[in-house]
């Protein structure tokens, strides 16, 4: 009898039965919420919606600031990882930090708009890249798209664009 629930348990884990526990479980919407809330615990949660994109699930949780800007923080939801958090609509008069390791999203404005003076339309932090991205229109109306890296801050591209992409 001992031998046969070895061999079931064994059996178990390798059709994957048995435990609620392991890398295989799905991130749900509001684990989803509740993470982008800690995430940004002064904004409030307008959507969560599930939504698929090339090679991916996402979890996108839409929120507002209290001064009206809103943000988007898309989690993969294959492994609950943090994919992005994206901005286009303000005021952009808030902080936050995605990860203790990178800089704040005041600092890195600062440096965005320290190399082209105007008006951020959109910004973004992507994970997988470790980037700020920041899409800024000047006063003779060109848009540049300004990304840095997130740890250090250090500015990799500057280029003018018709759009943000």
């Keep these: 009898m001992k031998h046969f629930l070895l061999l079931a348990a064994a059996l178990g884990l390798v059709l994957g039965c048995g435990g609620s526990e392991g890398p295989s479980a799905e991130m749900t919407g509001d684990e989803a919420r509740a993470r982008a809330s800690a995430l940004i615990p002064e904004a409030k949660v307008k959507e969560v919606v599930k939504h698929p994109e090339p090679g991916i699930v996402h979890w996108m949780v839409t929120m507002t600031m209290p001064s009206g800007g809103e943000l988007a923080v898309e989690y993969d939801a294959g492994n609950g990882e943090l994919d992005e958090i994206e901005a286009e609509k303000g005021p952009f008069d808030y902080d936050l930090s995605p990860r203790k390791d990178v800089i704040k999203l005041s600092e890195a404005r600062g440096k965005a708009l320290a190399v ?43 280029v003018e664009k018709a759009v943000p992409d």
């Design 116 to 158: 082209k003076t105007g008006n951020i339309e959109v910004w973004e932090y992507q994970a997988r890249k470790v980037r700020w991205e920041f899409y800024i229109r000047d006063r003779d109306g060109h848009l540049w798209e300004i990304i840095m890296g997130a740890t250090d801050g250090k500015i990799s591209t500057v």
